[in-house]
């Protein structure tokens, strides 16, 4: 490497995100980028839920760059490690959503283990060509779920690092494959590896597919709300920017080649969420009507929908000193709010305009 740090050595102050164009990726940089001097460089597909005008507020800030590009070109993540130097990656691309992996699991195979291999042997090219002291330093993070460890009892304990792992969707096979490769990398190879597992995250920005800002969404105008099943599918709520401070905590100080689960404490039946939508949309938008309550429909339970996650975030806790910030109550508030609040981003999404906007900008 030609440059170097004012410290000496060959890293800069800078982390690459994949998939920083999504919800969990996009509130991660505007986190990071408000919260200290660390330059982002962002490389984003920008497949169906990736939104680069999520990030409109820091688009001209000299700090951020982003990149349009797809983790499994391996020249172009090539390029991009060798011209900016970062310190740590940070992978958060990937394909998400259960439904669309029981529809079509060729892109979540593609993207989630194909990709993710392809983005572990351009960084360990990149990272074996630094001196001892920087290969300590560089991380490659990457973000997993708890849908890797299957499906719970009611009574059984919460998910802990240890747990077996037992995916039962096409999803969570698909991150679990990538979280053993990226294990496997660090014991064959040596590369400075972190692993999260996070539980569901709800808030600002995410994609309105998923259960939260979909209920939020047919509720404001009147539509029926669609639970799977008996609606007592349970899941551990976790709000968005809790989630990325504890990203950045592992990021910071986590050990080399652990894993850390990230959850919220917040166990809840999928129709108590549902429930808490319609009581906070008839506070806040009152329709002069029945309760938003009398929307709730419940319809024919998905495939292989795992009954109950849970997950045990003592080790975080007792190792980096994060817990969550928001409890649900408080989360679930701010995230109705800001829907209701962001009208254009929200009929910008469900209109798709957002898409013709991305095909203007970024075609070639």
Same mark, same amino acid.
């Given at each position: 490497m030609e440059s170097g740090s004012a410290d000496g050595t060959n890293m800069r102050d800078t982390i690459l995100v994949t998939g920083g164009c999504g919800f969990i990726g996009s509130n991660f940089?505007?986190?990071?980028?408000?919260?200290d001097a660390t330059s982002v460089v962002n490389l984003d597909k920008l497949t169906y839920a990736g939104n680069p005008r999520n990030l409109e507020s820091i688009a001209n800030n000299g700090r951020y760059e982003f990149v349009h590009g797809d983790i499994g070109d391996r020249t172009a993540v090539r390029q991009l490690l060798t011209r900016h130097e970062p310190r740590a990656i940070v992978h958060f691309a990937a394909e998400s959503h259960v439904d669309r992996s029981i529809h079509g699991p060729d892109d979540f195979i593609r993207t989630n283990v194909d990709g993710t291999f392809a983005l572990l042997e351009e960084a360990r090219a990149y990272w074996s060509g630094f001196p001892e002291q920087d290969r300590q330093r560089f991380r490659f993070l990457h973000v997993s779920t708890d849908e890797v460890y299957g499906s719970l009892g009611p009574n059984d304990p919460?998910?802990?690092?240890?747990?077996?792992?037992?995916?039962?969707s096409p999803y969570a096979a698909s991150k679990a494959a990538s979280d053993h490769l990226v294990r496997a990398y660090h014991h064959t190879y040596g590369l400075p590896t972190l692993t999260t597992n996070c539980s569901n995250n709800y808030g600002p920005f995410q994609f309105p597919e998923k259960l939260i800002p979909l209920m939020i969404l047919h509720a404001?105008?009147?539509?029926?709300?669609?639970?799977?099943?008996?609606g007592k599918n349970v899941?551990?709520?976790? !709000?968005?920017? +809790?989630h990325c401070e504890a990203i950045a905590a592992v990021l910071r100080n986590g050990r080399a080649s652990e894993t850390y689960? /990230?959850?919220g404490w917040n166990e809840k039946p999928n129709i108590e969420i549902v429930e808490t939508v319609c009581d906070l949309l008839d506070e806040m938008t009152p329709s002069g009507k029945d309760s938003r309550r009398s929307l709730i429909t419940f319809v024919k339970d998905r495939p292989g929908h795992d009954?109950? !996650?849970?997950? +045990?975030?003592?080790?975080?806790?007792?190792?980096?000193?994060?817990?969550?910030?928001?409890?649900?109550?408080?989360? /679930?508030?701010?995230?109705?709010?800001?829907?209701?609040?962001?009208e254009e981003w929200v009929r910008d999404v469900t209109s798709g305009g957002y898409r013709q906007w991305i095909a203007m900008h970024y075609s070639s």
């Open positions: 940089i505007l986190q990071r980028m408000q919260a919460p998910f802990r690092e240890t747990t077996q792992y037992a995916p039962n404001r105008d009147g539509k029926p709300l669609p639970v799977y099943g008996d899941r551990d709520w976790l !709000y968005v920017e +809790d689960n /990230i959850g009954r109950r !996650y849970a997950m +045990d975030g003592r080790k975080i806790e007792r190792e980096l000193g994060w817990k969550p910030k928001e409890t649900f109550e408080s989360g /679930i508030r701010k995230t109705v709010r800001w829907y209701l609040e962001h």
